[in-house]
């Protein structure tokens, strides 16, 4: 157990609608991160929340994309207008900037027919 | 541009055997090394991971070497089990760090162990 919880864990959606997932760490960390997966590749990264302030966003984000962090607890990421390029897994994890050690959930799965 | 390229890309291994995975990176300031084991429909599990100012590291069966004059660290997994069919990330950073994006993987090794 990574202390990382990410739902939903599959989600397939057609072209053009939105989709959320959410990421739940244990409480003691203040830094959350997002990234992406696509087949054969490692991870990207996407975004990065310092408590409830996101402090970083990769080129990667476009305007569709949009995440959350309200009173530094759980994350939502929110992709509007899917398009067949997003489909990847999604990683949030949780980390500490001064040892480096980054621990991810199991990750959220996303088709776009 | 790559910060840190990864090989081989695939390896079949038997039972017993030795798995060696590599990496090289360019930026000297990466200064934390961790490597990630994933297993299908799962997200990437820290597996072990060194800092430069050793040369080796050792848990169980894997061992991280690390080469800080020619920029390279390798994975290397003992007497290889089927269970350890996964694939393998490695990855460096700088640490401590003020930005998010302070982790740069490779691209992954698919080690398949055959019984």
């Known amino acids: 157990d990574t202390g990382v919880s990410q739902n939903p864990r599959h989600k397939i959606t057609k072209r053009g609608q939105n989709v959320t997932f959410r990421c739940d760490p244990i409480?003691?960390?203040?830094?959350l991160y997002w990234y992406r997966q696509t087949l054969g590749q490692g991870p990207e990264f996407l975004t990065y929340f310092q408590n409830e302030a996101q402090l970083e966003k990769s080129r990667l984000l476009s305007d569709r994309f949009s995440a959350e962090r309200p009173k530094g607890s759980f994350s939502t990421l929110e992709i509007q207008r899917t398009e067949q390029g997003d489909s990847a897994m999604y990683l949030c994890?949780?980390?500490?900037?001064?040892?480096?050690?980054?621990?991810f959930g199991e990750g959220s799965r996303l088709t776009v027919l | 541009q790559q910060q840190v390229k990864q090989s081989p890309q695939s390896l079949i291994v038997q039972k017993g055997g030795i798995s060696i995975i590599n990496c090289a990176y360019e930026n000297t300031a990466f200064d934390y090394f961790p490597w990630y084991q994933q297993f299908p429909g799962k997200g990437p599990a820290l597996l072990i991971a060194?800092?430069?100012?050793?040369s080796e590291k050792k848990e169980g069966r894997f061992t991280i070497s690390f080469n800080k004059s020619a920029k390279q660290f390798s994975l290397h997994i003992m007497d290889s089990q089927p269970g350890d069919s996964a694939t393998y990330f490695c990855a460096a950073s700088m640490v401590p760090s003020n930005t998010g994006n302070q982790f740069y993987f490779g691209t992954g090794t698919s080690l398949t162990v055959i019984p």
């Open positions: 994890a949780r980390g500490y900037s001064t040892t480096g050690e980054l621990f």
């Open positions: 060194i800092r430069p100012d050793v």
């Open positions: 409480s003691e960390h203040n830094r």
